[in-house]
């Protein structure tokens, strides 16, 4: 028997967290002998028809296509933020769906600002949540903060999975930097790299100011900035690089050459970049958010003087304690085993 997993999420592009999450996860499902996968796309690219992904053009189609794949049998997994109205809403239906296949449904809520959110967020928002989380087989956050908010809105902890979205660096990631970008490389070092994403909690004026100090000990030193966000800082000149976006395995191909990899955010679940710089080796400074995984080196948040400071001692050679393991590598065997408690195991069953 083959396991059918129907993957709900964002689909590059734009890259991201989540859609990088979709996209991974169903490059490993693919290859993975006694599974099969299909990516229902309700990100910004929803209605172009790809071969990759299903579209979602409407709400109807949505509706139509998870309830399709429900009644026959496929487990929904929704890759969703939950700090927004619309998270919800597509969490329900996922949930309602997932009704027909015995509540094999798994949530997936990728923002550290979840919980947060949810307490300050209407009534009836507060009301679908509930609903979902009750209908929901398994849900996974990023965080024990977020899972223990779970639990305190009634969730039994025994549907609830803290569990990475950074499932490893997908086995198709043999890229290599844009030909401007491998130009900013080589006239640069050391070089600084953060994501760009849009929205000021993301931090890109901080780590350009901490840039700016540390020129004056490196005046090589470059930053280069990747992703949707536009960025500008006079008084780099030359030194800022605002790539835009990349295909994912050009990003890495980037990620490789940094000097450190910077995550400067103010609130963060599990970053899948930071995981990523760290399986690749590449420092890491990040901000003391509610979870970072061992092998970061962490700044006060908002605090542009002690980022500057950590910046100094990684790319003086200084590093956090070394992780025994990215993440990845327990993450992925922790999801299929969280599969096969719903569907049953594929290996069994084809031993059966």
């Not at 929704?78 to 239906?93: D, K, V």
């Not at 950074?166 to 070092?189: C, K």
């Not at 100011?209 to 000990?217: G, T």
């Not at 090589?220 to 976006?245: C, K, N, T, Y």
């Amino acid at each position: 028997m083959t396991a059918r997993i129907l993957v709900v999420g964002d689909v590059p592009p734009p890259h991201g967290g989540l859609s990088v999450q979709v996209s991974v996860l169903r490059s490993l499902l693919a290859a993975r002998p006694g599974y099969a996968c299909r990516v229902l796309d309700i990100g910004e690219s929803r209605r172009r028809r790809r071969a990759e992904c299903l579209p979602a053009r409407n709400a109807l189609e949505f509706v139509a296509r998870l309830a399709w794949h429900a009644a026959r049998g496929w487990v929904v997994h929704l890759h969703t933020s939950g700090h927004n109205p619309s998270s919800w809403r597509a969490a329900l239906a996922c949930a309602l769906a997932g009704l027909a296949n015995g509540r094999r449904t798994v949530l997936s809520i990728g923002s550290g600002r979840a919980a947060e959110w949810l307490a300050q967020s209407g009534r009836l928002t507060r009301a679908i949540a509930r609903v979902t989380l009750a209908l929901t087989g398994v849900v996974i956050c990023r965080n024990e903060r977020t899972r223990d908010a779970l639990v305190a809105r009634g969730v039994p902890a025994a549907r609830l999975a803290v569990l990475s979205g950074f499932y490893g660096v997908a086995p198709d990631t043999d890229g290599a930097p844009p030909p401007r970008v491998e130009d900013f490389l080589r006239r640069h070092s050391p070089v600084l790299g953060a994501v760009a994403s849009i929205g000021p909690e993301y931090g890109l004026p901080l780590v350009a100011e901490a840039a700016a100090r540390l020129r004056a000990q490196y005046p090589g030193l470059g930053l280069l900035l990747f992703g949707p966000a536009s960025f500008e800082r006079a008084d780099l000149d030359g030194s800022l690089l605002v790539a835009g976006e990349l295909p994912h395995d050009e990003a890495l191909a980037v990620m490789r050459r940094m000097s450190v990899f910077v995550r400067p955010t103010d609130f963060d679940g599990d970053a899948s970049s930071v995981r990523e710089a760290l399986a690749l080796n590449v420092p890491v400074v990040a901000s003391d958010t509610d979870f970072r995984p061992d092998g970061v080196i962490l700044f006060r948040r908002g605090r542009v003087d002690d980022l500057t400071d950590k910046l100094a001692l990684a790319l003086a050679g200084g590093r956090a304690p070394a992780p025994a393991r990215a993440g990845g590598e327990r993450a992925w065997p922790q999801l299929l085993t969280i599969y096969e408690q719903l569907i049953g195991s594929p290996r069994r069953a084809a031993a059966a």
